[in-house]
C-alpha cells in the first residue's frame, strides 16, 4: 500500500541530500555510495535526473559516476552506460561462470540467424509491421518468430500503421539496447557494416 502522498512528501523533505555535516572527501564518498546502492536495487537503467535526486545540488552525477567507475576497478561487477542510464552489471568475462553456476538454460540472446536478421531489421526500419518485413526478405514473418523477440522484451508493439486495417508495428525496447550495450538507436552499426557481416541483406 503506498504511503499517503503528504507523508511522502515529508520524507523526501527529511532526506539529507546535501549532508554539510560532512567533511567534502566524506560527502563524496556517501554521494558515490548512495548512487551505488541506487543502480544496485535497480534491475533496469537508472537516468542521470533520478541519482541527482540522491546526491546535493552542487554536485556531478556524471564525474561521481566516473569515480564509482574507478572504484569498482578489479570487482566482478562495473558500470555500464545503456540505454540513456547507468546500471550494474556483471562483467562479461563472468558470464560462463554464472550460467555454470545458475545453469542457466534458454538464454536471452540464444537466437538463431534468422530471428537476428528480423530484429536487425526492425532496428534499422522501426516502427514497422509484419508486411513491412515482409517486403524485406520476401517471405512471411511467422507470428511466432515475433513472438519469441517479444517474450525476450526485444520488441514491443508501436504505434498503429497508417495502413489499411491499421496493423500493429513493432520497436525495438530498453532491453534491447542493454542487450546489446548500446546507449540509444544512434549507437547501432552502420548498416553497411550490418550488411557485410550477413546481418542483413542490402534490400533491409
Known amino acids: 500500500m503506498r504511503p499517503p502522498k503528504k507523508a511522502k ?41 533520478d541519482l541527482a535526486r540522491v546526491v546535493g545540488q552542487g554536485a ?41 553456476a545458475a545453469d542457466v538454460g534458454e538464454q536471452l540472446l540464444d537466437l538463431d540467424e534468422y530471428d537476428v536478421a528480423v530484429l536487425a531489421a526492425i532496428a534499422y526500419h522501426q516502427p514497422v509491421t509484419r508486411d513491412g518485413l515482409k517486403d524485406i526478405f520476401g517471405k512471411e514473418i511467422s507470428r511466432d518468430l515475433i ?6 522484451g526485444l520488441i514491443g508493439t508501436g504505434p498503429r500503421s497508417p495502413r489499411r486495417g491499421a496493423p500493429y508495428t513493432y520497436v525495438t525496447t530498453e532491453q534491447f539496447l542493454v542487450a546489446f550495450d548500446l546507449e540509444s538507436l544512434q549507437d547501432l552499426p552502420d548498416r553497411e557494416q550490418m550488411e557485410d557481416a550477413g546481418v542483413i541483406n542490402s534490400q533491409a
Do not use: C, K, N
Open 9 to 49: 512528501d515529508q520524507a523526501e523533505t527529511d532526506f539529507d541530500r546535501e549532508l554539510d555535516d560532512l567533511p567534502t572527501e566524506l560527502r563524496w564518498r556517501e554521494w558515490m555510495r548512495r548512487i551505488e546502492a541506487v543502480l544496485f536495487a535497480s534491475a533496469s537503467p537508472v537516468p542521470r535526473e
Open 60 to 100: 556531478s552525477v556524471d564525474l561521481l559516476v566516473e569515480d564509482l567507475v574507478a572504484d569498482l576497478e578489479g570487482r566482478s561487477f562495473e558500470v555500464a552506460q545503456v540505454a540513456g542510464g547507468w546500471m550494474l552489471r556483471t562483467r562479461p568475462t563472468y558470464a560462463p561462470a554464472i550460467r555454470a
Open 147 to 152: 513472438g519469441r523477440l517479444h517474450a525476450r
